[in-house]
């Protein structure tokens, strides 16, 4: 375990970027989706693909408080779902074919099973740097009230 290698960014996470090239891959097919779906199955796939990176990048922004960290990730896992109901949506109307409904369902399933992996290790990403507070003294308190008193 001591030849793991901790992302500095939240970019360098695997399941973001596993994340981004299913957002992509979801907007390409998108395109062939039919212009009447452009405001109801287009833009809801499109938003649900898009909010797992985005949730994951929030993810790491919290990584200082495990439950806000496990939060965004349970956010970004309940997009992860919303997009195969999506891709289930859009295989029952015919605008993807089955083999694409398959890819699409194993991408998400295997970002679901990364997010997964995260949660159940999550002390591993908010290490106790992130639990202490990284200002020393309160130097801009000049004086307490009842010094002024004085």
């Known amino acids: 375990m001591g030849d793991l290698v901790f992302a500095k960014s939240f970019q360098e996470l695997v399941v973001y970027q596993k994340a981004r090239r299913l957002q992509h891959e979801i907007f390409q097919i998108t395109k062939t989706f039919p212009r009447d779906e452009m405001f109801s199955l287009t833009d809801q796939i499109r938003r649900s693909s898009r909010s797992v990176g985005a949730n994951i990048a ?27 109901h999506w891709v289930g949506t ?20 295997e970002i679901g099973r990364m997010l997964g992996s995260m949660m159940a290790k999550a002390d ?5 740097e992130y639990k202490v507070m990284r200002e020393s003294v309160a130097e801009y308190f000049a004086n307490s009230p009842d010094d002024a008193k004085n």
């Open 90 to 109: 859009a295989l029952d109307c015919e605008y993807i074919s089955q083999a694409q409904a398959k890819t699409l369902m194993d991408k998400c399933e």
């Open 58 to 84: 929030e993810a790491w922004a919290k990584r200082r408080y495990d439950k806000h960290f496990l939060s965004k990730l349970t956010d970004a896992e309940g997009e992860e779902f919303e997009t195969q």
């Open 124 to 128: 591993l990403f908010c290490g106790e």
